[in-house]
């Protein structure tokens, strides 16, 4: 089974503070994605990759970058975090001809 | 126009009924369905993939998928309590340039199943 691992559950930032959160899969999928998730307003993309290097921007990009120096690793960076940054980050990802696989999320707050 | 539409539910329905979830998409070139069930606090799960037209049983899961009206949708029978959840619609949407495309989720569905 294929295994997406994020690096923290729960995270509590400051304001202005530089975020990371890393994604790490272990199935050499190309794609990799990165969402939030709001009540009411579902999953939403932020960020694709689909090769080492190669970023997409998605649907809400403003406020965040990414980095996929390798294959396996796709991470979130917000450049200077926000109290509207507070949600539940997704990280996916997806090899044709499989299904996206989550990792378990980093519920994030920022004071 | 959303990606992604799912009929907004909540949707509420008897232990043993049938649950009947809808999700429309707006881009044809659009390549692999899935449903998704999430628990609150939860990351998604996947229950069904379709990828040509028809239907795709799977226990009591059914994934129907028409492609010329671009919709498709998930029947859960015989009900069960702890099938109340959130269920996510998810289109994998083809991209110039990227392998496989991008991957766009509905608003989701809230499906609670009373005894």
């Known amino acids: 089974d294929v295994k997406v691992t994020q690096s923290s559950r729960y995270l509590v930032k400051r304001t202005g503070e530089k975020v990371f959160l890393e994604c790490v899969q272990d199935?050499?999928?190309?794609?990799m994605f990165w969402y939030r998730q709001d009540p009411g307003l579902g999953l939403r993309l932020i960020y694709f990759s689909y090769d080492v290097k190669m970023k997409e921007k998605g649907d809400i990009p403003e406020g965040y970058s990414v980095s996929r120096e390798k294959k396996e690793r796709f991470s979130l960076i917000l450049e200077s975090a926000s109290t509207n940054q507070t949600s539940m980050y997704l990280c996916?990802?997806?090899?044709?001809?499989?299904?996206?696989?989550f990792g378990s999320g980093t519920r994030l707050t920022v004071v | 126009q959303k990606e992604v539409e799912q009929n907004s539910g909540p949707l509420s329905v008897p232990e043993g009924a049938i649950a009947s979830l809808n999700c429309t998409y707006s881009d044809r070139v659009s390549q692999s369905f899935f449903w998704y069930r999430q628990y609150s606090g939860k990351s998604p799960e996947l229950i069904m993939s379709?990828?040509?037209?028809g239907d795709k049983e799977d226990g009591r899961f059914t994934a129907q998928l028409n492609k010329a009206s671009q919709y498709v949708s998930l029947l859960i029978r015989d009900s069960q309590p702890s099938d109340s959840a959130t269920y996510l619609c998810a289109v994998v949407r083809g991209d110039r340039g990227s392998t496989l495309g991008r991957l766009y989720f509905g608003r989701g569905t809230q499906l609670t199943v009373w005894p």
């Open positions: 996916a990802s997806i090899s044709a001809p499989g299904h996206p696989n």
């Open positions: 379709i990828y040509s037209n």
């Open positions: 199935m050499d999928h190309e794609n």
